[in-house]
């Protein structure tokens, strides 16, 4: 069931929007209630909600800004509620990230609706962050700390090309011409320095960056391909199922 914060000041609406709906319907359940903004970041920080509905105009704290100072403890999906059809505040709201901006008295049906399409948005995130927690490990660059020094200067410049070229036809046989070292001798440091064969690593960072660009619903599956530097398709599927154990098609599905 996914954890439901209300941050309403008008007591009628709030436990009409707890009790009147039928969450458990809609995968759901409230968690906890707020009278105001300031009580809402509090509610957020000791319940760590899924879903926060705000209504904007509340005392001590406006919605917008509770949604923001949550943000900042906890993830979450927002529905914002409110009786201004004000463009700043939906201008602030869309900035904010916020899934929904609905105007007061909710509709039942259109608040159901934006619920299903949050859960939605929740579950693909949460499968982004499986995918890519199965392939994470020194394989995000960016965290990747090698100190400079001596050899691990050749690792660190075969670090900074693949970033830049992985979409390109490169291996470790690449760098040592270009370093003019033993491809033997470079294969040796690279592991030494990440616990893992460059071949190993360099199709895990491709994965990472094809899993973002599936995520995108932009491309292909073949584009994806071509676009990480996997010349063959089948190649590509293979590797891909390799480290998120389900292939690239079932993924877009």
């Known amino acids: 069931m996914y954890r439901v914060l ?34 809402g970041v509090e509610k957020i920080k000791e319940l760590s909600p899924d879903i926060v509905l705000a209504d904007i105009m509340m005392p001590m704290m ?9 943000q900042e403890i906890a993830d979450f999906k927002a529905i914002i509620m409110t009786s201004y059809a004000d463009f700043e505040y939906a201008k602030t709201a869309i900035e904010l990230g916020v899934s929904a901006y609905l105007m007061k008295p909710v509709d039942e049906e259109e608040l159901k609706k934006n619920i299903s399409k949050i859960i939605t948005e929740i579950e693909k995130d949460n499968q982004l962050r499986q995918l890519s927690s199965k392939i994470k490990t020194a394989d995000d660059i960016d ?25 390109e036809k490169i291996s470790i046989e690449t760098f040592s011409e270009e370093l003019g070292v033993s491809g033997s001798y470079l294969s040796r440091k690279f592991k030494e320095a990440t616990g893992q064969t460059y071949l ?4 895990k960072y491709r994965v990472q960056q094809a899993i973002k660009l599936l995520e995108t619903g932009t491309y292909k599956v073949y584009e994806v391909s071509e676009m990480t530097g996997f010349s063959d398709y089948k190649y ?12 690239p098609s079932d993924f877009v599905k």
């Not at 009147?20 to 359940?29: A, I, L």
């Not at 660190?156 to 970033?163: D, G, N, P, S």
């Open 6 to 39: 209300i941050a309403e000041d008008e007591d009628i609406i709030r436990k009409g929007i707890a009790y009147t709906m039928d969450w458990v319907s809609m995968g759901c359940t409230i968690v906890g209630e707020a009278a105001n903004g300031k009580e």
């Open 62 to 70: 406006n919605g917008i800004e509770m949604i923001r100072k949550g």
């Open 143 to 167: 965290a990747l700390f090698i100190k400079s020094e001596g050899d691990n200067d050749y690792i660190q410049k075969v670090l900074k090309e693949t970033r830049e070229r992985y979409s």
């Open 200 to 203: 190993d690593f360099l199709n």
């Open 236 to 247: 590509f599927s293979t590797v891909f199922k390799k480290y998120t154990d389900r292939s």
